[in-house]
């Protein structure tokens, strides 16, 4: 293993110290760890958190200032966050609008946020918790019951936190965060596995000739293994499980904050159909320059237009990573006008910033 680390049980301490001195616009607190905007709690304004192991910077540390995260709670390499986390950084960032989580679908993330909100409820805090669980490769993973949530995480933090920015109320921002989640759908693909600096050496074993269709962000297994393809075979691979991807039905667990009890929700995401626009996100999982990603693009955009789907806005760079794996996952999120206002909003963020 080679890695620019010192101790192995210091890794994540020892970032989020040069993560303090390079942006001291923001509030880096070590123990518990926690990431909040510099100016929180803002009056009047919900206040937005989302959270997971670390290894996938810039999610969410990165993401956190005007107009997208107000505070972020990095749990250990690929290892999710402590309650305690994720209740201190609550009660830093309320301001009395209340604190919506935003959750990606890992079995640990979820059990952890859903603790934390009874927690925060039992304090007099408003919370409510919004599911992401986008990654169409498979249903049920090692790490998930249901779908993983992957690269839409990005898109939804943007959205709402422009919409939190504009004055919309806890329950305007869970609403939108539950639509833009139900619209976005994603795969990614692996060249190479990653090393945590726990294990030291690959979490899995992939042949030089082969790639891992459907990897999730720690390594879990897709859908297939196969042999090295081109990159135009590899995108068209990614897309059309993408743009072929039916209704989806599930239940989410949604905090109710009058009853103070968790209620089920059944939900249905419908299917991207010719004539809906889109935001494009084309992510390298770490080890991916940008060259190869606008590659991935150029054929991204040509399958896109040849099956009626217009491609609005793009995202394209490292944001959800996976380590120095060698990969990249594709992201498409239908918009309506009200989400491409809020996707156009400034943002100020150390990974995400423009109009600002």
Avoid at 11 to 27: C, F, I, R, Y
Avoid at 105 to 111: F, K, Q, R
Avoid at 224 to 241: F, G
Avoid at 308 to 329: A, D, F, H, W
Wanted: with cysteine; hydrophobic share 40%.
């Amino acid at each position: 293993m080679k890695k620019l680390i010192n101790g192995v049980d210091d890794v994540v301490v020892e970032q989020l110290e040069g993560m303090a001195l390079a942006h001291p616009e923001l509030n880096v607190n070590i123990s518990p760890h926690y990431i909040t905007r510099g100016d929180a709690p803002v009056a009047g304004k919900v206040a937005i958190v989302s959270g997971g192991g670390s290894g996938h910077e810039p999610m969410h540390g990165g993401f956190v200032g005007m107009g997208m995260l107000t505070g972020a709670c990095p749990g250990e390499v690929f290892t999710s966050p402590t309650p305690d986390q994720m209740v201190e950084c609550g009660k830093a960032v309320d301001s009395g609008a209340g604190v919506l989580f935003l959750v990606k679908n890992y079995t640990g993330d979820v059990l952890s946020f859903e603790t934390a909100a009874d927690m925060l409820h039992m304090e007099g805090i408003n919370v409510q918790n919004i599911l992401i669980d986008d990654d169409v490769a498979v249903k049920d993973s090692l790490y998930t019951a249901g779908r993983r949530g992957v690269g839409a995480t990005v898109i939804v933090e943007k959205i709402v936190g422009a919409a939190a920015e504009a004055g919309y109320d806890l329950d305007q921002c869970a609403d939108l965060a539950r639509k833009v989640s139900q619209n976005g759908r994603s795969m990614g693909m692996a060249l190479t596995s990653c090393v945590t600096p726990s294990k030291g050496s690959p979490i899995f074993d992939l042949s030089d000739d082969e790639i891992e269709i459907g990897v999730g962000i720690h390594g879990e297994p897709g859908m297939r293994r196969i042999k090295m393809r081109s990159a135009d075979e590899i995108t068209a691979m990614l897309a059309n499980e993408i743009l072929d991807d039916g209704p989806y039905t599930r239940t989410v667990r949604e905090f109710d904050r009058d009853s103070g009890e968790w209620v089920e929700k059944e939900l249905t995401d419908e299917p991207l159909q010719s004539g809906d626009e889109v935001i494009a996100f084309v992510n390298s999982l770490g080890g991916t320059p940008l060259s190869e990603l606008y590659a991935v693009y150029r054929k991204l955009a040509q399958i896109c237009e040849e099956r009626g789907v217009k491609i609005v806005r793009n995202l394209i760079g490292p944001y959800i990573t996976s380590l120095e794996m060698q990969g990249c996952s594709i992201t498409l999120v239908k918009v309506d006008e009200e989400i491409l206002k809020f996707w156009d909003a400034p943002v100020n963020t150390p990974a995400l910033r423009w109009g600002a």
